[in-house]
């Protein structure tokens, strides 16, 4: 930081030069930094506040740019008609683990307990499909929100 009156690199950190008469109300910025130039006296104003919140927009932007990567990772794998084809095989499997005469009843419970779980996964497969899509459709629009903000934030470098 320097002052942008005489660029003296030397500053102190102020008290916020507002003072308060009779019954005026102010409320003061919490994120407001306020330093007196060492050499000229110049106060230099610093509010940290849209700098935090660019940097939550992005970190947020991230986030989500990394959530979507995974789901759709994931929609490719339930959309692999394969992966259903293994549900019906193992059901199929199931119930003729399900016939042998050689089990014991234990094993004939987890085994229909299996089968239950099994045919509850191929009942959802679609629903499971739809859910990965929406949420996919509801994360690029989320990004398309923060990126259209994010543009509207106007950085200037020093040259």
Request: charged share 30%; aromatic share 6%.
């Amino acid at each position: 930081m320097k002052c942008t009156q005489c660029g003296c690199k030397k500053l102190i950190k102020s008290d916020i030069p507002f003072y308060v008469w009779g019954d005026a109300d102010l409320k003061i910025s919490e994120t407001l930094n306020v330093y007196t130039c060492f050499e000229c006296g110049h106060l230099e104003w610093f509010d940290t506040s849209k700098v935090r919140e660019y940097q939550n927009k992005t970190a947020n932007l991230q986030a989500c740019q990394t959530e979507l990567s995974r789901l759709k990772t994931q929609l490719i794998e339930w959309e692999n008609p394969n992966i259903l084809k293994n549900i019906e095989n193992d059901c199929k499997n199931v119930q003729n683990q399900l016939s042998s005469l050689d089990i014991t009843i234990r094993q004939q419970q987890e085994l229909q307990s299996e089968l239950r779980n099994l045919q509850q996964k191929i009942r959802s497969y679609p629903k499971e499909v739809e859910r990965l899509k929406e949420q996919i459709k509801e994360l690029e629009r989320k990004i398309l929100n923060i990126n259209e903000s994010l543009s509207k934030i106007t950085i200037v470098t020093e040259r």
